[in-house]
């Protein structure tokens, strides 16, 4: 496996996920302590219901009861079953507006249809399950069923008090039924490596033992509200360069969004000439970044060293990035460079929305800003008169992206989020940062460019 044992209880955390963010660690698996991935962990008091999990009795006969299902099928000729069920959703698609520790959720509501296929049917029970199913593509044990899904109920409707008679006569009977989803579980999400799916899941049981099953996935979202725009500043030391960024503070996963930058400090003038930088490249790229924490199941507990560990995986990707070579407008009086572009995520890509579930699948994203700028020397007399010093650098740096669907319309603006300043530095500027980097630029691109503008001027 080659993992690395992490030495972190989650049990010890009530949000059940508090992984060291900054472990550099490229290995693309770890052995880490972890729970069953349970609902338990963001069920909130308040919400009666919420995590009911089925007794391990009835989760074995629901196993079975599918299994026998299978078997059904492949020996026997198809017979009608005694009902047919089918559901219908009053509400518009679940959208959860706010981050999950604000959301104050979404209603569904609907009916359940019950048609007598053959003759009158007595049925004794029929019970509607919201399910929440968690996976993982990378299992503990390749095609163990257990440790690569995992199912939780959230809730659970209970349609009949007691045995009742549909007459084939009545036809198609509708059950209603509806409940509020709270806000704070994580929205559906098919990630590379993890997945969580929510479905609504019927199971009717005849006096005479047959049982109707039906299921109808739920697809729920999560949309933040947009808010001011973020302004960061980034410094390149030991130049003294720095550059001013205004991003949206939330983006989406299809469409285009504007960034503005405005590099300063370009021109450092002395006595009788100056030295400046040029910027001759801009390269964005959004990069995703998912962890998953696979469970391993009481029988394949041992390869990863116990029950309550897990492995942890990671999967990087890039979801859209360009490279520019103009578009913005150099001032070397004023010592500035300053532009406005538009960035998309590419959305051939499937990219996720951010997502943090408690059983260890968390998406974020990165806007990954490279600059490579070239060093001129002019006479201060004929400042249009320079020369390439040869010198070129490539500044890097990187912003956090907050990627949600879209609120869409039905959402009040009246009270957006306040303005987010945390990424702009405490002043003065302090020169140790983790978040830029200067490095030499040793392209061949821009040396054949610097040529060209050599013989220009
Ligand atoms: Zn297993």
Not at 2 to 21: C, M, N, Q, Y
Not at 75 to 96: C, D, G, H, N, Y
């Amino acid at each position: 496996m080659g993992g690395k044992i992490f030495g972190i209880d989650l049990r010890k955390s009530p949000v059940a996920l508090e992984r060291p963010t900054a472990q550099k660690n490229n290995s693309s698996q770890s052995v880490i302590e972890v729970r069953r991935p349970s609902m338990d962990h963001i069920k909130r008091p308040s919400i009666a219901g919420l995590g009911k999990k089925h007794s391990d009795k009835k989760e074995k006969d629901r196993s079975l009861s599918k299994d026998k299902h299978a078997k059904d099928a492949s020996r026997v000729l198809p017979q009608p079953k005694p009902v047919k069920l089918t559901m219908i959703m009053e509400s518009p698609p679940a959208l959860f507006i706010d981050p999950p520790a604000q959301s104050t959720g979404a209603l569904i509501s609907g009916r359940l249809q019950v048609t007598p296929n053959a003759g009158d049917v007595v049925i004794n029970s029929i019970v509607m399950y919201l399910e929440c199913t968690t996976s993982t593509k990378r299992p503990v044990q390749d095609r163990c069923r257990e440790c690569s899904s995992h199912i939780t109920d959230l809730y659970e409707w209970n349609f009949l008090s007691k045995p009742t008679t549909f007459h084939a006569f009545d036809g198609m009977q509708e059950l209603p039924f509806s409940h509020l989803i709270p806000g704070h579980i994580p929205a559906t999400t098919h990630g590379h490596i993890g997945g969580i799916e929510y479905s609504l899941h019927v199971r009717a049981k005849t006096n005479d033992g047959k049982e109707i099953e039906s299921r109808r996935d739920l697809i729920i979202s999560r949309a933040l509200r947009p808010g001011n725009d973020k302004n960061s500043v980034r410094i390149f030391p030991p130049t003294n360069l720095s550059l001013h960024v205004t991003l949206p503070s939330v983006v989406h996963p299809i469409g285009d969004f504007p960034v503005q930058c405005r590099m300063t400090g370009i021109t450092t003038k002395r006595e009788d000439s100056q030295v400046r930088w040029r910027l001759r490249k801009l390269t964005w790229r959004v990069e995703e970044h998912e962890t998953m924490i696979s469970p391993a199941c009481a029988q394949h507990a041992a390869k990863v060293g116990g029950e309550g560990k897990g492995v942890l995986h990671q999967h990087d990707r890039d979801v859209g990035n360009e490279e520019m070579k103009q578009g913005w407008k150099t001032d070397f009086d004023d010592g500035q460079v300053e532009g406005e572009f538009m960035i998309g995520i590419d959305s051939s890509k499937l990219p996720q929305c951010d997502v943090e579930a408690p059983n260890g699948l968390k998406i974020t994203h990165n806007l990954v800003l490279e600059l490579v700028i070239a060093e001129e020397w002019a006479p201060n007399k004929k400042p249009h008169q320079a020369t390439p010093t040869g010198a070129a650098r490539v500044l890097r740096t990187q912003f956090n992206l907050s990627v949600s669907e879209r609120s869409g319309m039905g959402i009040s603006w009246d009270d957006e989020m306040p303005p987010m300043y945390e990424d702009v530095p405490a002043s003065p500027p302090h020169y140790l940062n983790d978040h830029t980097s200067v490095m030499d630029y040793t392209g061949d691109d821009l040396q054949e460019d610097m040529e060209q503008f050599t013989l220009d001027r």
